[in-house]
């Protein structure tokens, strides 16, 4: 089956960056497109930008340009997502998700609660 | 950029109730629509994807409707595993959008 393992929570100071990965198994990695999706406490979901795990393109949305980069391995099957220059509404929990079709997601990772904070 | 407006916010329900979400596009997005189910502390779930194909394994009690700009999720007979927060989103091939949410609570 289709699974998503991401790695461990972060706790990160303002101004730094983090690196979170999101590994894949159960289905050929490079035929669908990874997402990065966050939601803080309490509030809804934040789509972030796509990566081709097979060309590497990526899309990010306007509100993190110059601030994210998605890469990825096709060696060991894996997503990365960095996010720099952080601030304390960054502080959520980043997924990482699988698209179908022309954009919806069918998998999701059990997510990685990043904390921003002095 | 286009936004996704749900509504309402909250609703309140008995478990056999019909329930209804609207959701609606602030342009014509044709059925570049998905909605997907949240439960505290997991993660979300996809039911319904171009706006009314039922995603494999979800029940029937769920259906979709909708093009354009207005959308609706249906829940035909509420069961007590329906109670958690719904969430829309638009899609193509440059940008996904989601809605605020909509939180199905007991009455």
């Known amino acids: 089956q289709v699974q998503l393992v991401q790695s461990g929570a972060e706790v990160n100071k303002p101004g730094a960056s983090v690196k979170v990965s999101c590994k894949a198994s159960g289905y050929t990695f490079t035929t669908n497109e990874i997402n990065w999706v966050r939601q803080a406490t309490g509030q809804g979901l934040e789509w972030m930008g796509w990566m081709s795990p097979h060309s590497g393109n990526t899309g990010y949305a306007e509100k993190f340009q110059g601030r994210v980069t998605m890469t990825r391995n096709t060696s060991i099957n894996t997503a990365y997502m960095e996010l720099i220059s952080l601030r304390s509404e960054d502080t959520a929990v980043y997924y990482c998700?699988?698209?179908?079709?022309?954009?919806?997601?069918?998998?999701w990772g059990q997510g990685t609660l990043v904390t921003v904070s002095a | 950029d286009i936004q996704m407006t749900q509504s309402p916010s909250t609703l309140s329900a008995s478990v056999g109730d019909r329930v209804t979400i609207t959701c609606r596009a602030s342009q014509n997005i044709n059925s570049w629509l998905a909605w997907y189910q949240q439960k505290p502390g997991k993660a979300p779930k996809v039911l319904i994807y171009t706006a009314s194909r039922l995603e494999s394994g979800v029940p029937s009690r769920f259906s979709g409707s909708g093009s354009g700009t207005e959308f609706t999720l249906t829940i035909s007979s509420l069961q007590p595993d329906d109670f958690a927060t719904y969430y829309c989103?638009?899609?193509?091939?440059?940008?996904?959008?989601f809605g605020q949410g909509t939180k199905v609570e007991i009455k």
């Open positions: 998700v699988r698209g179908r079709g022309v954009g919806w997601f069918d998998s």
């Open positions: 989103q638009h899609y193509d091939t440059f940008s996904r959008t």
